[in-house]
């Protein structure tokens, strides 16, 4: 059995790498999407993973695909389509490494995945199933995330869900709250950022929101706080889990690594996510910190997931 199966996007991430002697810039080819970032942390941690998604016949999409098997990831599910063309995100930072994005999505190949094009037979082979929600931003790979998700629940499987804001991949921020919210009744334990409360619960402090999440069915909530570390709440209540001092590159992939970590953790209790006691969630979210803190410290997503010894490391320098 899989430890854990993601759905997704996977797409190339093209960072800032400097300058020409022309003065231009200069765009490192990254391979990121946040389900494939997130699975090759728990890769490289050492758990059973697999990827299901789109990517289009084109060198990117073999380079993807080349990508996710290096890391250890099966990439049996995903599928390698001729008439779209693999998804890119153009990404620029600022001095403190934050970002900002231009997407080659119209389409992208993340957004044609179809239904009858899901592996189920991987899906239900799987202790987790995780998905996010830039492949709920169009049809038919919206289609496509909520059949996964209900057949995911169904053969009794832990469904993950970590929704990924991103504006100008929706209409407006009113289509956005809608259609992030729509997989809200199938999920089992949920990673959302403090940017991202008021979209899933209209509720903006992190507090108000786990708990929101919390009465409506979802058993174990984490919201990230950026440097601040994190705040989850369980059946026992909540607390805050503080960061790890980085020297922070590039934040592309934090949260994502971040959800990896904590989910490497709740695997390897072998527990039900409502099982998971308030300080074994605090455990899970101070592993998934000191994995997001050495990953700021790298461009890119999947290039830059750190070893359990890097881990370990960090864990006990503080």
């Not at 239904?115 to 199933?129: C, G, P, Q, T």
């Not at 069915?217 to 805050?240: N, P």
């Not at 308030?278 to 910190?289: P, Q």
Request: net charge negative; aromatic share 8%.
């Amino acid at each position: 059995m899989y430890d854990v199966t993601a759905l997704g996007e996977l797409l190339i991430d093209f960072t800032p790498s400097g300058t020409s002697e022309a003065g231009m810039r200069i765009f490192e080819q990254n391979p990121g999407g946040a389900p494939a970032n997130a699975l090759a942390v728990l890769a490289k941690l050492g758990k059973k993973t697999a990827f299901i998604g789109k990517v289009g016949d084109d060198m990117h999409g073999a380079f993807l695909k080349e990508t996710l098997e290096k890391a250890g990831i099966d990439a049996t599910g995903l599928v390698v389509d001729p008439e779209v063309f693999t998804t890119l995100a153009f990404v620029s930072l600022n001095a403190q490494g934050e970002r900002q994005f231009s997407f080659a999505r119209k389409p992208g190949a993340d957004t044609c995945l179809r239904s009858e094009e899901v592996n189920l037979e991987i899906l239900k082979d799987s202790r987790i199933f995780h998905v996010g929600s830039l492949s709920l931003t169009d049809e038919p790979s919206r289609g496509a995330t909520i059949f996964a998700v209900k057949q995911a629940r169904e053969a009794g499987r832990i469904v993950s869900y970590d929704p990924n804001y991103r504006p100008l991949l929706w209409k407006s921020r009113e289509s956005a709250m809608e259609g992030m919210r729509v997989v809200l009744p199938y999920v089992n334990v949920m990673k959302l950022s403090d940017e991202e409360t008021g979209l899933l619960t209209d509720h903006d402090a992190p507090e108000e929101a786990a708990k929101v999440l919390f009465e409506g069915g979802i058993s174990l909530v984490a919201v990230t706080l950026g440097k601040d570390g994190a705040y989850v709440y369980t059946r026992e209540g909540g607390a805050r889990v503080p960061g790890f001092l980085s020297q922070v590159v590039d934040t592309t992939g934090a949260g994502d690594s971040f959800w990896g970590g904590f989910l490497y953790q709740l695997v390897k209790s072998q527990k039900d996510p409502a099982e998971v006691t308030l300080e074994e969630a605090k455990s899970f979210a101070r592993f998934g910190n000191a994995v997001a803190s050495l990953c700021v410290e790298k461009r890119g997503g999947i290039p830059a997931m750190p070893t359990m010894e890097q881990v370990e490391a960090r864990l006990t320098s503080a």
